[in-house]
């Protein structure tokens, strides 16, 4: 039978109290619609449906690339039930509709599998029992069978003690929906069509509803303000974390790393605390990464030791190398084996080659360093003209002397010697020293400016 997914996404998000949109709020770096999604095409619908409300644009945008969604706008904003039932012309007549919520972003694939294997002619929704339910939409049984959902704001007292809570998924014949939705009214304390009244007109109509269990809390609940996402956030990383560690990765703290993005990593490799992984992050074996980094769309070879407070960004880093603390690398580092970057030594589109070092406060922009190539504390290629930018090349085995200022385009052939504190603007060849700085000069019986007065006053 054909299955058609509705997301629901329309709704205000006013209690983020946010000019973004809610489903476009990030957990781990994602936004929750796109969450929803990958969940929903798992089960390969042949129709996903997203409700947005107006303006739609900036949900839209987010997700141009993606040609599976069909878009559907929803205005006014008049509830969950008339979001759903906005959708409905757009579906098939004999599909099954699986109705989801965009802001409850960590489902998993095989409870939304059981919810649609329930359906049958009737109504299946996901349940779950939570010690804390308040502001949800509580479940009403009757000898253990479902009779309806009263929505926490038209709930009595009594009802509100109930534990069982509605987590809004659900999924019924398109004509079941269909004909429930025609039933709804506004007569309730928000004045919305809630979705979740065809529950009650199910039961009075003698369509069966079966209810699904939720099993994991955080799998099944809903973001509506900050708090929310961030609990659901901390238990995603946990989750992520956990499944690091059973790979081999040595975590010192699992509540303490983020991943927001595809992270591969390599037998013992060593995760210190507070460290952020971007993008598409490759380690190899036995990386070590110190307190504090961030590391993005990056891959470091095996042994690989990023010391604390590094950030990497768009780097492709070899075997042994040694980077930090304080070292930043910008897209387009290309580190051989074993290279050396110390502190305070920011890199961008460079190479170097194997066994070249920076150790302390450099910058290297595009440039390229050749293997073996000593660059002194404080050098600095200077790139940019004010409207291009050029090259330095640099050669092998170069020593380059303390607070160089190598003015690009710049070539140092190999084996060449640059002097501290020298602005280099021409070629250095093979094995030349190049000297570029003022001569010192002694001035012998020099008087202090501060002597100069006393003597004056006399
Ligand atoms: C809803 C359920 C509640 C359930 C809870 C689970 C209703 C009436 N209530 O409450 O029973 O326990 O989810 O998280 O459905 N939406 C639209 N258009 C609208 C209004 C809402 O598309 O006009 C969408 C929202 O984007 C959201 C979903 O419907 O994805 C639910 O709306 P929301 O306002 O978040 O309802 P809750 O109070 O969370
Ligand atoms: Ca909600």
């Known amino acids: 039978m054909a299955l058609e997914v509705v997301v629901l996404a329309a709704g205000a998000g006013t209690r983020m109290r946010s000019r973004t949109p809610k489903v476009l709020h990030p957990l781990a770096g994602r936004p929750l619609l796109a969450h929803v999604l990958d969940t929903a095409f798992r089960l390969e619908p042949d129709q996903c449906h997203v409700v947005v409300g107006h303006p739609a644009n900036e949900v839209k945008a987010h997700f141009q690339d993606e040609s599976r969604i069909s878009w559907v706008l929803q205005e006014p904003r008049l509830g969950s039930g008339d979001a759903a039932a906005q959708a409905l012309p757009a579906v098939a007549d004999d599909a099954t509709v ?66 069982e809570i509605n987590t809004g998924i659900l999924a019924a014949p398109k004509a079941v929906l269909g004909t429930l939705l025609e039933t709804l009214d506004r007569n309730n304390n928000q004045g919305e069509y809630y979705l979740t009244d065809i529950v009650g007109k199910a039961e009075a109509r003698g369509i069966a509803v079966t ?31 956990d499944e690091l560690m059973r790979q081999g990765v040595a975590v010192m703290d699992p509540s303490r790393l983020d991943i927001r993005g595809r992270l591969k990593a390599g037998r013992d490799c060593v995760v210190d605390v507070d460290v952020v ?31 604390p407070m590094s950030c990497i960004d768009g ?72 409207v ?66 006393t003597d004056e006053g006399r």
């Open 98 to 163: 699986l109705v989801l919520l965009g802001d409850v972003p960590l489902v998993r694939a095989e409870t939304l599998s059981r919810c649609v294997a329930a359906a049958g002619d009737g109504i299946a929704l996901v349940t779950i029992d939570l010690p804390d339910p308040s502001g949800l939409g509580r479940i009403l049984r009757r000898d253990s069978r479902i009779t309806g959902i009263v929505e926490d704001a038209d709930a009595t007292a009594e009802q509100r003690a109930i534990t």
């Open 211 to 241: 209810g699904i269990d939720g099993h994991v809390p955080e799998e099944v609940m809903g973001v509506n303000d900050r708090v929310q996402l961030a609990h659901l956030e901390r238990y995603y990383q946990r989750g992520l974390a």
């Open 277 to 307: 992984f971007e993008g598409d992050v490759i380690l190899g074996e036995g990386v070590q990464v110190g307190p504090g980094c961030v590391i993005r769309n990056s891959t470091l070879g095996d042994a690989v030791e990023v010391q």
């Open 315 to 386: 780097a492709v880093i070899a075997a042994g190398c040694r980077i930090g603390p304080y070292a930043r690398l910008r897209p387009g580092t290309e580190l051989a084996e074993s290279v050396h970057i110390g502190n305070f030594v920011e890199t961008k589109k460079a190479s170097l080659g194997a066994g070249a070092k920076a150790n302390h406060l450099a910058y290297l922009g595009d440039a390229a360093v050749g293997a073996g190539t000593n660059v002194g504390a404080g050098a600095i290629t200077c790139n940019y003209d004010g």
């Open 388 to 453: 291009d930018k050029h090259r330095t090349e640099i050669g092998e085995n170069v020593f380059i002397g303390t607070n160089a200022t190598l003015v690009a385009p710049l070539t140092i052939d190999d084996e060449a010697y640059v002097g501290a504190g020298s602005t280099i603007t021409k070629t250095v060849e093979r094995e030349d020293l190049a000297i570029g700085r003022g001569r010192q000069r002694n001035i012998q019986g020099w008087t202090p400016p501060a002597k100069r007065r």
